[in-house]
């Protein structure tokens, strides 16, 4: 789930950033800092879309270094259990197959793709039903339910399943938006 | 940055966080008790992360006082197992999550498939289960499992400073090698290294994937590992997910089917180093040493000059590979010989590869002559094992029956009788070129010179 949230956090900047361009250097910087990373509170941050405020700025002794307390808004990106998502695959084998939804890895095992489902071998390996009329492979789009989530420093990890109804392949691509 | 400055911020923030999640769940959660799981498991983030150390100590103290609880025990699983049958088995691990019913799981049991993805482990019962499935699939499709090393078998490789002068046009003169040559002769700036696939290992590949489903299986770092698959397999056919390198192995400088998918009783391995296969011998088919370098014919001790500097290479269609594909092919067609009555799935390729290995010198009796120091238990030596395996008969005395000695010495007496009786006279490599090239080699083309002789020579 997406979520558009603001938060705070303090940013060292070199002496040599102060001059007029002080507030572009600090946005900067932040962006470089917080886009892209993760934790276990918020999730992933996707992008930064404002600034809110920034603090007063705190002399660091010896240094020089001068500490911004910075509130920024931002889109975040957190996947919870029971969740409904749609993820690309990303791998096929034996085992189940690993999606991607964005920076979330979801890993779906064989034990919860549906047993009409099997797999078949070879170079483009999938899962396939008996009549042939469903097919997951690599590049497929998949929409599966979350059933258990771990956040890592940079990394979302979660368990999918798609043995549950309208799970599964999502056939028409203007479907997922 | 500190911690001690970043903590409150956060703490504040994600009040908010919580109160718009709040405000905003309250609006719907009558609708749907699966929102309200989210609600809760919101709610829980926080505890998770100030709690976490408690949480953590209480597991494992969990973990390291279980006799503390045996008392009740009994009661506890009476109680557990026997409402839910369809209590989760924890298959596997994912991310520290099992991979069945997505709960947090913290041991570290079961194999690790590293190779597959980092973070995924799986237990003993589930891979079990695994090669029982898979094994039924892969024999409906007339296929078996084998394991291909890289380095030496379907490969060479050097590091571009180990190229001596010699070698130097293989970099200089690019232009000029023969077309088979640049096609199979790669230099990858990256790793600093030159890597010459093996001839003929292109077909080999295309052939060998209609019967078996291939693993890469090398000693060599991940990277390595992948980057010449994407040498050998462009268009990645042929191997996908299943390279194992060197990090994969469960234990150190050994090589092990543990953590290949594939029931041992149907994998082939190709290999040119038998000591790291100690517990699959049975599976393993030697190869032949490929040297194309001179680094690498080097690191073995040879001191002749290598292919690349003889401008040289093995045979397109009568090396090594090219060899072992026919043996593939017969051991194949042995296994799923539709004239034999028992069930596929009792079949052992194992059996089949002796078989073949058997046909070698079949019908052969060898004596052997000044080959083994004296003192020396015969039935141990290498030669007279290899000889075994490959279907001839080993005699300490001579008879009538024995077709073949093998010396290394003319002069011996055995020698001697050989000549007399006109029976086969070998030097000890005609067995291991048998051995090789899967066939048995003809005898005139592996003479015994006599130590006179060599000594005639010397003085010349």
């Keep these: 789930m997406f979520f558009h949230i603001v938060l705070e956090r303090n940013m060292q900047l070199h002496p040599r950033h102060f001059g007029r361009d002080l507030r572009d250097k600090i946005v900067s910087k932040l962006m470089k800092d917080v886009e892209g990373t993760c934790s276990g509170r918020h999730g992933f941050i996707v992008a930064i879309t404002g600034i809110e405020s920034v603090g007063k700025g705190l002399i660091r002794d010896g240094t020089g270094f001068v500490t911004f307390p910075v509130k920024y808004q931002c889109v975040v990106f957190r996947p919870f259990k029971g969740e409904v998502v749609e993820a690309v695959v990303t791998m096929v084998n034996k085992m189940g197959f690993f999606a991607e939804a964005g920076p979330v890895q979801i890993f779906v095992s064989n034990h919860l793709i549906p047993d009409d489902m099997e797999f078949q071998s070879g170079d483009m390996p999938n899962y396939t039903t008996s009549d042939g009329s469903v097919k997951i492979q690599k590049d497929s789009e998949v929409r599966l339910k979350i059933i258990g989530t771990r956040v890592d420093a940079t990394e979302i990890f979660c368990i999918g399943t798609i043995k549950d109804d309208f799970l599964g392949v999502i056939s028409d691509p203007g479907a997922t938006s | ?460």
């Design chain 2, 1 to 460: 940055m500190s911690l001690a400055a970043d903590s409150p911020v956060h703490s504040s923030s994600s009040d908010d966080f919580a109160a718009l999640l709040d405000a905003e769940l309250d609006i719907i959660s009558d609708a749907s008790a699966d929102i309200q799981e989210v609600a809760e498991e919101e709610e829980n983030i926080d505890v998770e992360e100030g709690d976490y150390d408690l949480k953590f100590d209480r597991a494992k103290r969990r973990k390291v006082e279980p006799y503390e609880n045996v008392a009740d025990l009994p009661s506890s699983s009476s109680q557990g197992s026997s409402p839910n049958k369809d209590e989760c088995q924890h298959p596997g691990v994912y991310a520290g999550m099992c991979m069945k019913c997505g709960i947090k799981m913290d041991d570290e049991s079961g194999v690790a498939f590293g190779y597959i993805h980092k973070n995924l482990r799986l237990a003993n019962d589930e891979i079990s289960r695994l090669r029982e499935k898979d094994l039924k699939k892969l024999l409906h499709h007339k296929k078996l499992y084998l394991v291909l090393d890289l380095d030496h078998t379907l490969l060479n490789s050097t590091r571009l400073v180990d190229l001596t002068v010699e070698e130097g046009h293989l970099i200089d003169q690019r232009g000029a090698l023969p077309d088979t040559l640049k096609r199979d002769l790669f230099r990858l700036g990256s790793m600093q290294m030159m890597t010459k696939l093996r001839p003929f290992v292109h077909t080999f590949l295309k052939s060998a994937s209609s019967m078996f489903e291939m693993y890469i299986y090398t000693m060599g770092e991940r990277p390595y590992a992948l980057e010449m698959a994407k040498l050998l397999d462009p268009g990645d056919v042929y191997f996908n997910s299943r390279i194992i390198a060197q990090g994969d192995c469960t234990q150190r400088h050994q090589k092990g089917l543990d953590i290949v998918l594939g029931q041992e009783s149907a994998v082939l391995i190709l290999d040119d180093t038998e000591a790291v296969w100690k517990k699959h011998k049975d599976n393993l088919i030697l190869m032949e040493r490929y040297h194309f370098f001179a680094s690498s014919s080097k690191h073995f001790g040879f001191n002749c000059k290598s292919l690349s500097e003889l401008r040289s290479d093995e045979s397109e269609s009568d090396g090594a590979l090219a060899t072992v594909l026919r043996v593939l092919l017969r051991i194949h067609s042995l296994f799923f010989d539709p004239g034999r009555d028992d069930n596929l799935l009792d079949r052992d390729v194992r059996q089949a590869l002796r078989t073949v290995r058997e046909e070698v010198l079949m019908g052969c009796k060898v004596v052997f002559s000044r080959v083994f120091p004296t003192n020396f238990q015969a039935e141990q030596h290498h030669l007279w094992k290899i000889a075994m395996q490959l279907g001839a008969t080993c005699s300490m005395e001579l008879d009538s029956s024995v077709t073949h000695v093998i010396s290394l010495d003319a002069g011996t007496d055995k020698s001697r009788w050989a000549v007399q009786e006109k029976k086969f006279l070998v030097h000890p490599r005609w067995i291991e070129a048998s051995n090789y090239l899967w066939k048995r080699q003809p005898e005139e083309n592996f003479p015994v010179a006599s130590t006179v002789a060599l000594l005639d020579y010397s003085l010349k």
